[in-house]
C-alpha cells in the first residue's frame, strides 16, 4: 500500500538553470512536517511507502517532461504538469483572491470572477486525472488544503471505493461569511470536500462551521460528526490539532552551530531584550498591528526604551498582488517612523529584515529571543508558535499568541491576547518583559510537554487511524449490499417460483424524497415497470407506504396491484375494496392537532398533513438548522403529551408522525402472507416505518434496506435507483 499525499506543490520546488533542472526544497511547516511523519511511515516495521503528488513549481516543456518524473520518482514525488497561465489564474485568481481573504474573515478583499472559478475546477481536474494514472489498488490518497476542495469527490466518482482523506490547513468561516459564495460554488465546494472518507480540521470551532455549513446548504446533519452521504456512505468529520517534529526541533536547537550563531546574534543586538516578530508578508498576520501596539508600548513606558529591541522579520509572500504591495509599503513607514522617532545613534527600536530566513537562522532567532509576538489576525493553526515554544532548551522565553490563531487552543499558558487590542499587546509586552524566569519555565514546561505528547507524528498516525477506522466500518455496511452472487441467486429464486409477494415502499425505495411530499409524483419508467410486475399472474405486488389512501390510489388505482396506506392502516388488495386493517379511533387528532399546527407556525416551510388515523409534520423544505432544533423539541413534548395512551410518536426522514399503537407495515404484512403460501418474498424499504415490515416476514425471505443505515434487513442497496434497476432485471427475467 502506498499512501498517495497530495497537495498543491511537490515539496520541492524546480528550476531550470543551464539546461539543467534544480530541485530546491519548499519552506513551511506543512512540508516540514509532513515529511517527518511520512518518513516515519515509511521507516516503520509496518512500512508505509508514500508518494508525492504536486505542481512542481514551473512550466516544463513536454521535451523535458518524462526526466522531470525520473528525478522526482528518486525522491517519491508525482509531478502533475501544468502550464504557468493556468497556474498562475488558479493560485492568484481563486485560491488567493476568493478563498484565502474569504476563509480568513476578510470578505472584503474576496473577488468572484467566473473565470477563476473555471481555473479552479480545471486545476482540481489535472489533479485527478494525475492521481489516476499512478493510483493501484489498496492505495490511499491524503489531500491537502483550500487549493484541492474538489478533488475528493473528482476522485470518488472515478474510484468509488478508494480511501480519501482530506485535511484543511486554513481556518473554516463561519456559515455566514461561507454563504457569500455564489451558490454553485458553495455546493460544489462542500460537495467536493465530502467526497473524502475522513475530513479534518485544526480546531473544534473550524469542525463546527464545516458541520453547519453542510447542515444549511447541503441539509446533511451529524451524530457525532458522522455524516451519511445519500445514505449511501458513512463519512467522518473530526478535529486533528497539526503538531511539530518536537524532537528534531530539539535536536537542532541543541546543536552547536545553532548555539554559536545565537551568542553572535545576541552579541550584534547588545545586551537587551529580543521581541521576535517572524511572519510572511499577509494581511491575515496582523503586523501592522503589533507595530502600532510596539511603538505605544515605547511611548508608555519609555524605562523601557534602549532596552529592548523587537527583530521584525518579514518573508516575501505572492509577489505581485496589489495588496501585498501596499502593505509592505505601509510595514516600511511604520518601522521608518518608529526607528526615527525612538531610535538613537546607538540603539536602533527595529531590527527589520525583508527576505526568506532559513530554517537554522529562525531557530537562532528562537534561541535568543525573550518574547516572540505571534499575533495573527486569523490563522488556520501557526506552527511557528509551537516552534518558538519546543526550541526553548533552557525554557526561558515567553510567547504571546492571538486568540485568532489555532495554536492558542493547545498553548493557553502563552498570553493570549486580541490581536484587534492594541492595548492589550501593550500590556502583553510589558508582562512578558518583566515575567519571572521561574514563571517562564512553569508555563514553558506545561506546553512543550503538550507538544511532545502530540507531534506531528502523532497528529499524522491519528488521522491515517482514524481513516482505517472509518473505511473498516463502511465496509461493515457494504458486506450488506447485493453482490454479484446474491442478486444471481435473487434472479433465480425469483424465475423458478410461482407464487410471488413483492412488498415495496415508496418514498426513498421507488421514488427520491421531495422538498414537499406532493410533488414526488411516480415518474414514467417506474410506472413502466410496476406495470410489468403486475401483470405477471405469479406475482402480488403491494405498495406498502406511509401516503394517504386518497393519493396513492390516485397514483397506482389502476394498476393490477395490492396498496397498503398510512403504514398498515389501510389495505386494498388485488381487484378488492380499501379495508381498515384494525379498528382504532381518531379522535385524538383534536388534542394534538393545535400543537403541530404551532410549530408549523414556528418553522417556515413546514406543513401539517393529515391522514385517516395519523398526522404527520414535515419540514424537508424548511430551513435545516431550525428544523433540527424544532424537531426535537417537538418530539420531546409529543413524548410526554402521548405518554400512558394508545398514542405513538414515530420520527422519520424529515417528519415526525403521531398514530395509534398498533398500526405498522409489519402487521399488514402479517395479514397478506396469512392468505397465501408464496414461495418467494421480497420486501423493500428505507425508513424506520420499514423496519416493522422486515421484522414481520420469513427468515428467508429477501429483505433489502434502501441506504447504508443498520436494519434488520438481510441485503442493502444504495439508492431508489438500484432499486429501479433490480426491479427491471427481475421483470425481464420473469419475460424471458
Given at each position: 500500500?502506498?499512501?498517495?499525499?497530495?497537495?498543491?506543490?511537490?515539496?520541492?520546488?524546480?528550476?531550470?538553470?543551464?539546461?539543467?533542472?534544480?530541485?530546491?526544497?519548499?519552506?513551511?511547516?506543512?512540508?516540514?512536517?509532513?515529511?517527518?511523519?511520512?518518513?516515519?511511515?515509511?521507516?516503520?516495521?509496518?512500512?508505509?511507502?508514500?508518494?508525492?503528488?504536486?505542481?512542481?513549481?514551473?512550466?516544463?516543456?513536454?521535451?523535458?517532461?518524462?526526466?522531470?518524473?525520473?528525478?522526482?520518482?528518486?525522491?517519491?514525488?508525482?509531478?502533475?504538469?501544468?502550464?504557468?497561465?493556468?497556474?498562475?489564474?488558479?493560485?492568484?485568481?481563486?485560491?488567493?483572491?476568493?478563498?484565502?481573504?474569504?476563509?480568513?474573515?476578510?470578505?472584503?478583499?474576496?473577488?468572484?470572477?467566473?473565470?477563476?472559478?473555471?481555473?479552479?475546477?480545471?486545476?482540481?481536474?489535472?489533479?485527478?486525472?494525475?492521481?489516476?494514472?499512478?493510483?493501484?489498488?489498496?492505495?490511499?490518497?491524503?489531500?491537502?488544503?483550500?487549493?484541492?476542495?474538489?478533488?475528493?469527490?473528482?476522485?470518488?466518482?472515478?474510484?468509488?471505493?478508494?480511501?480519501?482523506?482530506?485535511?484543511?490547513?486554513?481556518?473554516?468561516?463561519?456559515?455566514?461569511?461561507?454563504?457569500?459564495?455564489?451558490?454553485?460554488?458553495?455546493?460544489?465546494?462542500?460537495?467536493?470536500?465530502?467526497?473524502?472518507?475522513?475530513?479534518?480540521?485544526?480546531?473544534?470551532?473550524?469542525?463546527?462551521?464545516?458541520?453547519?455549513?453542510?447542515?444549511?446548504?447541503?441539509?446533511?446533519?451529524?451524530?457525532?460528526?458522522?455524516?451519511?452521504?445519500?445514505?449511501?456512505?458513512?463519512?467522518?468529520?473530526?478535529?486533528?490539532?497539526?503538531?511539530?517534529?518536537?524532537?528534531?526541533?530539539?535536536?537542532?536547537?541543541?546543536?552547536?552551530?545553532?548555539?554559536?550563531?545565537?551568542?553572535?546574534?545576541?552579541?550584534?543586538?547588545?545586551?537587551?531584550?529580543?521581541?521576535?516578530?517572524?511572519?510572511?508578508?499577509?494581511?491575515?498576520?496582523?503586523?501592522?498591528?503589533?507595530?502600532?501596539?510596539?511603538?505605544?508600548?515605547?511611548?508608555?513606558?519609555?524605562?523601557?526604551?534602549?532596552?529592548?529591541?523587537?527583530?521584525?522579520?518579514?518573508?516575501?509572500?505572492?509577489?505581485?498582488?496589489?495588496?501585498?504591495?501596499?502593505?509592505?509599503?505601509?510595514?516600511?513607514?511604520?518601522?521608518?517612523?518608529?526607528?526615527?522617532?525612538?531610535?538613537?545613534?546607538?540603539?536602533?527600536?527595529?531590527?527589520?529584515?525583508?527576505?526568506?530566513?532559513?530554517?537554522?537562522?529562525?531557530?537562532?532567532?528562537?534561541?535568543?529571543?525573550?518574547?516572540?509576538?505571534?499575533?495573527?489576525?486569523?490563522?488556520?493553526?501557526?506552527?511557528?508558535?509551537?516552534?518558538?515554544?519546543?526550541?526553548?532548551?533552557?525554557?526561558?522565553?515567553?510567547?504571546?499568541?492571538?486568540?485568532?490563531?489555532?495554536?492558542?487552543?493547545?498553548?493557553?499558558?502563552?498570553?493570549?491576547?486580541?490581536?484587534?487590542?492594541?492595548?492589550?499587546?501593550?500590556?502583553?509586552?510589558?508582562?512578558?518583559?518583566?515575567?519571572?524566569?521561574?514563571?517562564?519555565?512553569?508555563?514553558?514546561?506545561?506546553?512543550?510537554?503538550?507538544?511532545?505528547?502530540?507531534?506531528?507524528?502523532?497528529?499524522?498516525?491519528?488521522?491515517?487511524?482514524?481513516?482505517?477506522?472509518?473505511?473498516?466500518?463502511?465496509?461493515?455496511?457494504?458486506?450488506?449490499?447485493?453482490?454479484?452472487?446474491?442478486?444471481?441467486?435473487?434472479?433465480?429464486?425469483?424465475?423458478?417460483?410461482?407464487?410471488?409477494?413483492?412488498?415495496?415502499?415508496?418514498?426513498?425505495?421507488?421514488?427520491?424524497?421531495?422538498?414537499?411530499?406532493?410533488?414526488?409524483?411516480?415518474?414514467?419508467?417506474?410506472?413502466?415497470?410496476?406495470?410489468a410486475l403486475s401483470e405477471d399472474p405469479r406475482n402480488n405486488l403491494v405498495i406498502i407506504s406511509g401516503r394517504n389512501r386518497t393519493l396513492l390510489q390516485d397514483w397506482f388505482g389502476s394498476f393490477n396491484l395490492g396498496i397498503v396506506a398510512e403504514h398498515g392502516a389501510w389495505i386494498r388488495q388485488k381487484g378488492k375494496d380499501w379495508v381498515p386493517t384494525i379498528k382504532v379511533e381518531s379522535n385524538w387528532k383534536e388534542k394534538v392537532r393545535p400543537t403541530l399546527r404551532g410549530y408549523e407556525d414556528r418553522l417556515p416551510g413546514s406543513l401539517l398533513e393529515e391522514k385517516e388515523f395519523s398526522l404527520v409534520w414535515h419540514f424537508r423544505a424548511a430551513d435545516p438548522e431550525l428544523a433540527y432544533v424544532r424537531s426535537k423539541e417537538l418530539a420531546d413534548e409529543l413524548s410526554y403529551f402521548t405518554e400512558n395512551t394508545e398514542l405513538q410518536v414515530l420520527q422519520g426522514s424529515?417528519?415526525?408522525?403521531?398514530?395509534?399503537?398498533?398500526?405498522?407495515?409489519?402487521?399488514?404484512?402479517?395479514?397478506?402472507?396469512?392468505?397465501?403460501?408464496?414461495?418467494?418474498?421480497?420486501?423493500?424499504?428505507?425508513?424506520?416505518?420499514?423496519?416493522?415490515?422486515?421484522?414481520?416476514?420469513?427468515?428467508?425471505?429477501?429483505?433489502?434496506?434502501?441506504?447504508?443505515?443498520?436494519?434488520?434487513?438481510?441485503?442493502?442497496?444504495?439508492?431508489?435507483?438500484?432499486?429501479?434497476?433490480?426491479?427491471?432485471?427481475?421483470?425481464?427475467?420473469?419475460?424471458?
Open positions: 500500500m502506498t499512501l498517495l499525499v497530495v497537495s498543491n506543490r511537490l515539496p520541492f520546488t524546480v528550476s531550470s538553470r543551464d539546461n539543467k533542472l534544480v530541485f530546491h526544497a519548499s519552506p513551511g511547516g506543512l512540508v516540514s512536517g509532513l515529511t517527518a511523519y511520512l518518513e516515519w511511515a515509511r521507516q516503520n516495521p509496518s512500512g508505509t511507502d508514500y508518494l508525492w503528488v504536486g505542481w512542481p513549481g514551473m512550466e516544463v516543456e513536454e521535451g523535458s517532461r518524462e526526466l522531470l518524473r525520473t528525478k522526482a520518482a528518486k525522491q517519491r514525488a508525482c509531478p502533475v504538469f501544468l502550464d504557468a497561465d493556468t497556474m498562475k489564474k488558479f493560485y492568484q485568481g481563486f485560491c488567493n483572491s476568493t478563498i484565502w481573504p474569504l476563509f480568513h474573515y476578510f470578505p472584503t478583499y474576496a473577488k468572484f470572477r467566473e473565470e477563476d472559478w473555471a481555473q479552479y475546477v480545471k486545476v482540481n481536474e489535472a489533479f485527478r486525472d494525475s492521481i489516476l494514472k499512478v493510483y493501484q489498488p489498496n492505495d490511499t490518497v491524503w489531500i491537502h488544503d483550500y487549493h484541492l476542495m474538489l478533488l475528493p469527490r473528482l476522485l470518488r466518482e472515478k474510484l468509488p471505493d478508494i480511501p480519501i482523506g482530506f485535511f484543511l490547513h486554513t481556518p473554516f468561516p463561519s456559515y455566514d461569511v461561507f454563504r457569500t459564495l455564489p451558490t454553485t460554488w458553495r455546493r460544489e465546494i462542500l460537495e467536493g470536500i465530502l467526497g473524502a472518507d475522513l475530513i479534518g480540521f485544526h480546531t473544534i470551532d473550524y469542525t463546527q462551521h464545516f458541520l453547519r455549513c453542510i447542515l444549511r446548504i447541503l441539509g446533511y446533519e451529524h451524530s457525532f460528526g458522522q455524516v451519511l452521504i445519500n445514505g449511501e456512505r458513512t463519512i467522518k468529520i473530526d478535529t486533528f490539532p497539526m503538531g511539530v517534529d518536537y524532537r528534531e526541533i530539539r535536536d537542532l536547537a541543541k546543536s552547536d552551530d545553532i548555539q554559536e550563531e545565537g551568542r553572535g546574534l545576541r552579541e550584534r543586538l547588545g545586551n537587551r531584550k529580543i521581541i521576535l516578530s517572524q511572519d510572511r508578508l499577509d494581511y491575515t498576520k496582523g503586523i501592522k498591528h503589533r507595530l502600532e501596539a510596539y511603538a505605544i508600548f515605547l511611548d508608555r513606558h519609555p524605562q523601557w526604551q534602549r532596552k529592548v529591541v523587537l527583530v521584525l522579520s518579514v518573508v516575501p509572500s505572492r509577489l505581485g498582488a496589489e495588496q501585498y504591495e501596499q502593505m509592505k509599503e505601509e510595514i516600511d513607514k511604520l518601522v521608518g517612523g518608529i526607528n526615527g522617532k525612538f531610535g538613537t545613534i546607538d540603539w536602533t527600536p527595529i531590527v527589520y529584515r525583508y527576505r526568506f530566513l532559513p530554517y537554522n537562522q529562525l531557530l537562532s532567532l528562537f534561541a535568543i529571543s525573550d518574547v516572540a509576538l505571534v499575533t495573527p489576525l486569523r490563522d488556520g493553526m501557526n506552527l511557528v508558535a509551537k516552534e518558538y515554544v519546543a526550541s526553548k532548551i533552557d525554557q526561558r522565553g515567553v510567547l504571546i499568541l492571538s486568540e485568532m490563531a489555532g495554536a492558542s487552543r493547545e498553548l493557553g499558558e502563552a498570553l493570549i491576547i486580541n490581536p484587534n487590542d492594541t492595548s492589550e499587546i501593550v500590556d502583553a509586552i510589558k508582562t512578558a518583559l518583566e515575567m519571572p524566569e521561574s514563571e517562564q519555565i512553569r508555563r514553558n514546561q506545561a506546553m512543550q510537554t503538550r507538544l511532545e505528547r502530540y507531534d506531528v507524528i502523532k497528529w499524522g498516525q491519528d488521522f491515517t487511524g482514524k481513516l482505517r477506522s472509518i473505511k473498516q466500518q463502511q465496509k461493515k455496511f457494504s458486506a450488506k449490499l447485493i453482490d454479484a452472487a446474491t442478486r444471481e441467486k435473487m434472479i433465480r429464486d425469483y424465475d423458478t417460483s410461482q407464487n410471488r409477494i413483492l412488498l415495496l415502499d415508496y418514498d426513498g425505495t421507488l421514488s427520491p424524497f421531495k422538498a414537499r411530499p406532493e410533488t414526488a409524483v411516480p415518474e414514467k419508467t417506474l410506472l413502466a415497470v410496476l406495470n424529515k417528519s415526525i408522525e403521531v398514530r395509534n399503537v398498533g398500526i405498522n407495515k409489519g402487521l399488514a404484512a402479517k395479514l397478506l402472507l396469512s392468505e397465501t403460501n408464496f414461495d418467494f418474498v421480497l420486501a423493500m424499504g428505507d425508513d424506520w416505518a420499514d423496519e416493522d415490515l422486515f421484522e414481520a416476514i420469513p427468515d428467508q425471505a429477501y429483505s433489502i434496506k434502501v441506504g447504508l443505515a443498520k436494519s434488520y434487513a438481510r441485503f442493502n442497496l444504495r439508492n431508489h435507483r438500484e432499486v429501479i434497476q433490480l426491479l427491471t432485471d427481475l421483470y425481464k427475467t420473469g419475460k424471458s
